[in-house]
């Protein structure tokens, strides 16, 4: 298929607009000024927006068309799911090079429908603009919750039990094992950890299955100590993780050999899982891990929250407790 | 202030969040996962997006921070007042340097949400990301409009008024004037022109003035003829614009002279006023020209809607009627 300086935008819109069904909900879809779109009575509307840029959010060489895009979507995704809302409905907002291929160009918003489709979601509506350099992918993506059931990151308190679905630092450790190793990390030894940082899921089946009992939510974005940091925050409160009920996750640690790094730091350190941190009440651990089992995630009791506020301590497997100091990623940092 | 680059992406958010309040109807504000948002009752939502690159929808030169903020705002306003709208929430995300000054960015903040309170919105959340190119900037804006009331591009019919806001043309006509003189342009003669291109506002409230009878509508933001291209293909109708009709308008006229050009060319070639064109029941005539008046805004009837779907023609000043070409602005057209 020809490049979008050929076809022009009007022309690519609308072969964009064709390859795409509109979601339910939607009265007014893309190719008027704006979508109209129903939200379900007592229910309140919950919007996030997230942009992935080439070269920093993802590496073309690394990730096809369609992988780009379903990785826009599960950024988004996991947002909404930190938030226990249902997702609904996409803006896309494209920044391409004139000389992309629309075909390419329809295979990534493939990747993106597909994904959200999974979760019942659609795209309702976008934007295209030529770009020179990097090219930049943009989605904001809108959900519902029942009126007063959302989750947010300030509602913990001490003595609730910390829980984290996953493996959390496989993503981070994909990312560093492909920069280290280059295509040999394209061997079967890796593959699990390639997989959580090219092609992560969103835990979205997981918050809708969850009953009462959460207190705090946050996805994993940047990373476990970061994102944690973030909650303990919002939520005025500290936590100690115990390193022992960690998932034992044998990838990791030979990463962390490969690396010639302490596997904990892979662990703990900048990487976007987008797994799902929760605080929940002490009372409802057990119904949270039998949901979480029927929803065939697993979710592991990692620690409990203190009254400390912003403090953040591990109690190693030999019995010491140290604190954590938490870095995330930082987009805008300079060279080490 | 420092740069992006020493102040680090978290601590710029707490900044520009800071710097801004949560608009009614604003259940969890930025920062937190994603916003929650109340719509009112027996109300749809509407949604749109709109992205500003630097160098390609706005020149630095010519635009402090503030106005580029600004121009973003009324580029998404002006979307949903052609839907009729009531904005009310928006997501800011932002494609910036690492060495930008985070004092600029906020003042970039504040020009966009001065623009969106003067119309009851504010923001809620956004998205902050690095980029080593041109910079960009991208809004998606969120409103609400009563079930069923909302205007679309498809419901005109033959027979039915064109009605068109202000003076289009204005701002591609400044933006020309600019191209040509350099700083010359910033004479005062030309000071309307310059504003119309680098100062627009959105006609927010012009649509929420207007009464029933308005069939279709459309905002201007390539161009009239472009745009009114696109609702009457989305109507399956035709256009007869009388040009004796046209709002008289000698600034347009002086800019024609002195770039060399038809000032028809300048009235209906590209050109991003955020007017509204709207089809209105012949009926409605009278009450709709009021209620402009009432809200301050020029509206004028330039045409009227014929049953030869998609032909566009101009009956000439001498009598004569000839069809036009529409050809709007596409970013992705290679140099002529």
């Known amino acids: 298929m020809p490049g979008l300086r050929d076809l022009g935008e009007v022309e690519t819109l609308r072969r964009l607009a064709a390859a795409r069904r509109a979601p339910p909900g939607t009265v007014v879809d893309a190719g008027d000024d704006a979508a109209v779109l129903r939200i379900r009575p007592d229910h309140e509307l919950v919007a996030t ?15 096809d068309a369609v992988r780009i895009g379903a990785r826009l979507a599960t950024a988004n995704l996991s947002d909404l799911a930190a938030m226990r809302a249902t997702p609904r409905w996409a803006l896309v907002s494209l920044g391409v090079r004139p000389e992309h291929d629309v075909a390419a160009l329809i295979e990534l918003q493939r990747g993106l429908a597909v994904e959200l489709a999974r979760h019942g979601a659609g795209i309702v509506g976008g934007n295209l603009t030529a770009v020179e350099g990097a090219e ?61 940082w090219l ?62 790094v302490d596997a904990r730091s892979l662990v703990l350190g900048p990487s ?31 620690g409990t929250l203190t009254d400390v506020p912003g403090t953040l301590e591990l109690r190693e497997a030999g019995g010491g407790v140290r604190a954590i100091e938490a870095s995330g990623y930082d987009p805008f940092a300079g060279p080490a």
Do not use: K, N
Request: charge should be negative; charged fraction near 20%.
């Open 136 to 196: 930049w992918y943009g989605l904001t993506l809108l959900g519902e919750v029942a009126r007063g059931a959302a989750w947010t990151r300030h509602g913990a308190r001490p003595g609730d039990l910390l829980l984290v679905s996953g493996h959390p630092g496989r993503a981070g450790a994909g990312a560093r094992v492909a920069q280290r190793l280059g295509e040999s990390a394209r061997a079967p030894e890796w593959r699990a950890l390639l997989e959580a």
């Open 272 to 302: 976007d899982d987008y797994e799902l941190l929760l605080a929940i009440d002490p009372a409802a651990r057990e119904a949270t891990l039998a949901a979480a089992r029927g929803a065939g995630v697993s979710l592991t009791a990692i």
């Open 49 to 63: 927006t997230d942009t992935q840029v080439e070269g920093r959010h993802f590496l073309p060489e690394w990730l």
């Open 199 to 260: 092609e992560p899921a969103a835990r979205a089946a997981l918050a809708l299955a969850l009953g009462e009992g959460v207190t705090a939510a946050i996805d994993l974005s940047d990373g476990l100590a970061g994102d944690l940091m973030r909650l303990l925050e919002a939520s005025g409160v500290g936590a100690l993780l115990d390193e022992a009920a960690f998932p034992a996750d044998p990838e990791l640690t030979r990463a962390a050999q490969a690396l010639g």
